[in-house]
């Protein structure tokens, strides 16, 4: 049989009902995949974020190598910053797009010392961040050209400050649009926000590590991009999408 993609789930509902079907998701999926989940990293956030920005469109052992030959090839970001950008782009050579990489990350690199003093200096710390209220902290990493909501995220979340900021990856977005817990045009971008707003508030980091990770693993394993498993979902009684796909 052809591998089919499933249609898009109708608009999205009233947000009450909304927030109910989001902590459904975070209870069943849980309890599937077996949170809580351990946290993978506990780099520092600037550490965190060139290991999130290698990641980009890359499988995660490639991003994985690339940032171990960096670190090793050089001990401090300074160094980074201030080798030959064909040294870097070397050293980045496990991953996809070095040639693009190397200078993003140096730019990088350049334009976080020189917003917290004098570019010659070493890069500062990201770890001022934790002081921030949330939106804030958000605020200034994606003002950083190149840094969108999923980056900014993953820096807050992942790395040793372990502050409840929620990355939506491309398999936690398509299992969110086909329950309907955002629209079928709603990018990965703005979905970041909508759904965000649908968790309660005083959540911890691990529950929106759990969260995150639950939808991620869903998409992974049983709400594939084509064929998704419905018949075998813990969520097809309450998924407009796999009730449609069952009923055809
Ligand atoms: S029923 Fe489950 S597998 Fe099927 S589309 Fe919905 S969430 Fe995905």
Known sequence: MPARRPTSPPPAADTPALRELA???????????GAPFLFFS??????ELISALLSHRTKNADSHRAYQQLRTTFPAWEDVRDAPTIDVQRALSACTWPEQKAPRIQAVLR??????????LPPCSLDFLAEKPIPEARAWLES??????????????FSNLRLPAMPVDSHHHRVAQRLGLIGPK????????????LLPPDWTAQQ??????ALMYHGQKCCFFYNPACARCVMLDVCPVGQLAMSN
Request: proline share 5%; glycine share 8%; aromatic share 4%.
């Open 208 to 213: 929106v590590y759990d969260h995150h990770e």
């Open 144 to 157: 950083i050209t190149g840094v969108g909501p999923k980056t900014s995220a993953a820096t807050l979340l």
């Open 23 to 33: 902590l459904l998701a975070h209870h069943r999926l849980c309890a599937a995949y």
């Open 186 to 197: 709603v990018g990965e971008g703005p979905a970041h926000a909508l759904l965000a707003a």
């Open 42 to 47: 506990t780099k520092d956030p600037l550490s």
């Open 111 to 120: 334009e976080i010392s020189s917003r917290c003093g004098d570019e010659n």
